[in-house]
């Protein structure tokens, strides 16, 4: 009780907000996940329905980072409900950190063909490894996706956090809190290596 007194203490306080930090970060990635889930238009429907009513497509390739959530990625829909187009070559490409040091090469990548021009792509890395998405795509060749980066657009969400007493999560102070560390989060841009000239950011507003 005296080392708490005289000093003690700090480490202690120190240990519980990194915790409480730590625990809410987690915690808040589950709950969003879940939001974006509830959301979510299945994929195969939305290319039935680009099928049956087929936007205008333009050159080159674009590139939705999403979450590894089933569905369609509301950043997607976002942009076509919005520009109505799409590029002639749609990329859904996840990047996951597996619980292990690293992923060998062999093992990086899983591409799915899908219809109308889709593909979807899982680019694997353990957690000592850093992501490196213009590589990845360029990987991608060997399995026969073919990427021309020069007019590759990457499209990224910009999640803005609207914390609410309506819908069951965390305490709103807990969720003020995931807010403000996402806002604050390192840029995707950086992350994932992107160059930010071929970068479109779209905002998606998600109450948690």
């Not at 910009?158 to 809190?177: D, N, V």
Request: charged fraction near 20%.
């Amino acid at each position: 009780m005296l080392k708490i007194e005289y000093g003690g203490w700090f480490p202690l306080a120190a240990g519980g907000i990194v915790f409480t930090m730590m625990t809410t970060w987690r915690r808040g990635r589950e709950i969003l996940a879940k939001r974006l889930e509830e959301t979510k238009e299945p994929i195969e429907l939305f290319l039935l329905r680009i099928a049956a009513k087929p936007p205008l497509r333009v050159p080159g390739t674009a590139v939705f980072l999403i979450k590894p959530i089933p569905g369609t990625p509301p950043q997607l829909l976002h942009h076509l409900a919005h520009n109505q187009v799409l590029h002639e070559q749609v990329i859904l490409l996840s990047v996951v950190t597996r619980e292990i040091p690293r992923v060998s090469a062999e093992k990086r990548l899983e591409v799915v063909r899908l219809e109308q021009g889709f593909s979807q792509v899982i680019v694997n890395y353990g957690f000592m490894q850093s992501p490196n998405v213009p590589v990845a795509l360029r990987e991608c060749e060997s399995l026969g996706l073919m990427v021309n980066l020069d007019t590759t657009t990457f499209y990224i969400a910009r999640e803005t956090l609207i914390p609410s007493l309506r819908r069951p999560g965390m305490m709103l102070w807990r969720e003020k809190l995931f807010s403000f560390m996402t806002r604050n989060a390192l840029p995707a841009t950086d992350f994932f290596r992107i160059p930010p000239e071929r970068v479109v950011e779209l905002g998606i507003r998600i109450e948690i």
